[in-house]
């Protein structure tokens, strides 16, 4: 069967062991590493988005960005969305998942991948 592209957001705190919890509770559902394809939703851990700022939460930018670990957000492929909310479920580290329905650099983009790949529900989990 196809795989879907899902969104998954880690709490801020414990950087160290997303990745191994995400992974582990995975592989409990029979879901091997290499299936899913964990990946950072930033490729090149990019900060184009960040502007230096003497305000700015240095540790909270560095959780973000990947500089103190693995990002917060990270795309990944999962089998559906039953499976996806159960590891939601289970890891403790999963701030959320969303099913991704579209890509794009603006919003239009996003939309209009999705009416292409006529995906009709609803993508929040």
């Known amino acids: 069967s196809d795989l879907c592209l899902y969104l998954v957001r ?21 879901i091997s590493r290499n299936l899913i394809n964990l990946r950072p939703l930033i490729e090149d851990h990019s900060t184009e988005l960040y502007q230096d700022n003497a305000d700015d939460d240095k540790e909270w930018r560095d959780d973000v960005y990947g ?4 990002l917060l957000f990270q795309l990944v492929n999962l089998p559906d969305d039953e499976t996806a909310k159960n590891i939601a479920r289970r890891c403790v580290l999963v701030k959320d998942i969303s099913k991704v329905i579209g890509i794009g650099r603006s919003y239009r983009e996003c939309i209009e991948e999705s009416i292409k790949t006529k995906v009709r529900e609803n993508s929040w989990l």
């Open 67 to 70: 500089f103190q670990g693995p």
């Open 10 to 30: 880690f709490v801020s705190g414990l950087s160290r062991f997303r990745i191994a919890e995400f992974e582990s509770v995975c592989e409990v559902y029979g």
